[in-house]
């Protein structure tokens, strides 16, 4: 087991979280809006994909806090006309996500600056002391996406 427990005890985890939590509320204050997908009520085709018709169904959206790590929007050119795309990494405490019920996934949006994020992969592997049991943050890395490729219905409840 080795000094798993002597360099970040429990009080040591509460304490850091506090502090990040009241850094990230009060001081950032930086909100997104996460959607979780409805897979059950979204209407498919027979190749599983989300029928543009009727679009994806999303739940309510949640609102939480992040840090967020954003590149410049890239245009590029075609000959069917503008195709902007911007890599965007939004960093979740853990805690704030578990107490929120929330574990973002593939296929999940972000709303955030008048502009949805697909997300494209969950990181989990920031460890206080290098510990898994230990767990900090949870990064999503995302795509920006456009309105009309996503088909967004939100979903009444």
């Known amino acids: 087991m080795g000094l798993h427990g002597k360099w970040f005890?429990?009080?040591d985890m509460r304490f850091i979280h506090s502090i990040n939590a009241e850094l990230l509320?009060?001081?950032?204050?930086?909100v997104v809006v996460l959607f979780k997908?409805?897979?059950?009520?979204?209407?498919?085709?027979?190749?599983?994909?989300?029928?543009?018709?009727?679009?994806?169904?999303y739940y309510s959206g949640i609102s939480a806090?992040?840090?967020?790590?954003?590149?410049?929007?890239?245009?590029?050119?075609?000959?069917?006309?503008?195709?902007?795309?911007?890599p965007v990494e939004f960093r979740f405490r853990e805690k704030l996500l578990q107490e929120l019920n929330f574990y973002p996934?593939?296929?999940d949006l972000v709303y955030f600056n008048e502009r949805y994020y697909e997300v494209d992969n969950t990181i989990q592997e920031q460890f206080l002391g290098g510990?898994?049991?230990?767990?900090?943050?949870?990064n999503v890395r995302t795509h920006y996406t456009r309105l009309s490729k996503i088909g967004l219905v939100e979903r009444q409840v």
């Open 9 to 11: 005890s429990q009080r």
């Open 131 to 138: 510990v898994p049991g230990k767990s900090f943050s949870i």
């Open 105 to 107: 996934q593939e296929g």
């Open 65 to 86: 806090t992040c840090f967020i790590d954003k590149d410049e929007i890239r245009a590029e050119y075609n000959e069917h006309g503008i195709d902007k795309e911007q």
């Open 37 to 57: 997908i409805c897979p059950g009520a979204t209407p498919t085709n027979i190749y599983g994909e989300s029928d543009p018709a009727t679009g994806k169904m």
């Open 25 to 30: 509320g009060d001081v950032i204050q930086t």
